[in-house]
T-cell receptor
Framework: KNQVEQSPQSLIILEGKNCTLQ??????????LRWYKQDTGRGPVSLTI?????NTKSNGRYTATLDADTKQSSLHITASQLSDSASYIC????????????FGAGTQVVVTP | DAMVIQNPRYQVTQFGKPVTLSCSQT?????MYWYQQKSSQAPKLLFH???????NEADTPDNFQSRRPNTSFCFLDIRSPGLGDAAMYLC?????????????FGNGTRLTVT
């Protein structure tokens, strides 16, 4: 069973609207939780990295939150743009096996005019 | 100014014909990874190197081999590609092990097996 589950699997939003993506994980203990953006046909690009002790991290219009007690993270996109259309992947780094990052399957976001 | 470069971007090979994918980095990072990503799925780790120290995932098929001749280059060899090996292959680097620095990914090689 995947240790990182993301929801929704996909979503469509209107340009200018906000959206929130969810990531639930069972990896424990963990060193950090990362969010990546992957455009179609490209490699993932890092958006945010939060250590286990951080609650929130922002990168422009992207804001990630982390609740280590409930093992949940979210990525909020503010004032979406067409260029935000991509897959957003949640990745958790286990403390005891640093090289074996646990990837979620991603949320496919489509922003429409 | 690409920092992790994968070649080729697209590779077509015949069933059973060996193929090599390459990855180079200008970041001087110690760690390099190879991932396989199939459509709408999470990337799956095949191997990673910490410097020359090679780590093979238990479920990586024997058909897949890797070489890292120096810090900058890493190769993925698929000895006898099957139809199920068609996927995007992603190379990534990180500065060191166990730290909180981001992974830097290349743009991948899309492998088609005919």
């Amino acid at each position: 069973k995947n240790q990182v589950e993301q929801s929704p699997q996909s979503l469509i939003i209107l340009e200018g609207k906000n959206c929130t993506l969810q990531c639930n994980y069972t990896v424990s203990p963990f060193s950090n939780l990362r969010w990546y953006k992957q455009d179609t046909g490209r490699g993932p690009v890092s958006l945010t990295i939060m250590t286990f002790s951080e609650n929130t991290k922002s990168n422009g219009r992207y804001t990630a939150t982390l609740d280590a007690d409930t093992k949940q993270s979210s990525l909020h996109i503010t004032a979406s743009q067409l260029s935000d259309s991509a897959s957003y992947i949640c990745v958790v780094t286990p403390t005891d096996s640093w090289g074996k990052l646990q990837f979620g399957a991603g949320t496919q976001v489509v922003v429409t005019p | 100014d690409a920092m992790v470069i994968q070649n080729p971007r697209y590779q077509v090979t015949q069933f059973g014909k060996p193929v090599t994918l390459s990855c180079s980095q200008t970041l001087n990072h110690n760690v390099m990874y190879w991932y396989q990503q199939k459509s709408s799925q999470a990337p799956k780790l095949l191997f990673h190197y910490y410097d020359k120290d090679f780590n093979n995932e238990a479920d990586t098929p024997d058909n897949f081999q890797s070489r890292r001749p120096n810090t900058s280059f890493c190769f993925l060899d698929i000895r006898s590609p099957g139809l199920g090996d068609a996927a995007m292959y992603l190379c990534a680097t990180s500065r060191d092990k166990g730290d909180n620095s981001p992974l830097h990914f290349g743009n991948g090689t899309r492998l088609t097996v005919t």
